[in-house]
């Protein structure tokens, strides 16, 4: 069993909340715009850190993080990358790949617009957390935790950063 705090679209800011809501989660996933390593390495000092470049993030993120990022977490393939879409209206850049290989959970950030809903074509949950720092024009800040247990996600929530 895993505890994840999932974050996307910091843009450089840090808050330090995200040390209160992250600290309890085993792994810390980003789905990109990140736009400082200083900020990485931060968060990556409070768990371990997973993550995807975005397209606002320069040189040193992009070397040190894909575009693209597919792994396992307890018993589901986790896809993620920052600009992926929604069900029913995926990104051509990440598309086929669902299709052909869909996983059980995909990720993505960029729009700043909270998003977590089930792809019954794909069989997948998607979630986007929606931007959990201070540029763009999002009225509410957020980032989301959940659980995954064996193949199954449980105790999700959003968290409001006000």
Known sequence: MKRIGILSDTHSHWDDRYVTYLENC????HAGDICSMELAERLNEIRPLRAVCGNCDGGDLRRMYPEVLRW??????VLMKHIGG???HYDFS????LIERPPGLFISGHSHI????HDPTLGLLHINPGAAGIQGWQS????????????????CEVVELK
């Open 86 to 88: 929604y069900p029913g």
């Open 140 to 155: 509410v800040r957020t980032l989301v935790r959940l659980t995954i247990d064996g193949s199954r996600f449980t105790d």
């Open 72 to 77: 396992r977490c307890e018993d589901v393939d």
């Open 26 to 29: 085993d792994e810390i996933w």
């Open 114 to 117: 909270l998003k977590i809903q």
């Open 94 to 97: 990440i598309r086929r790949q």
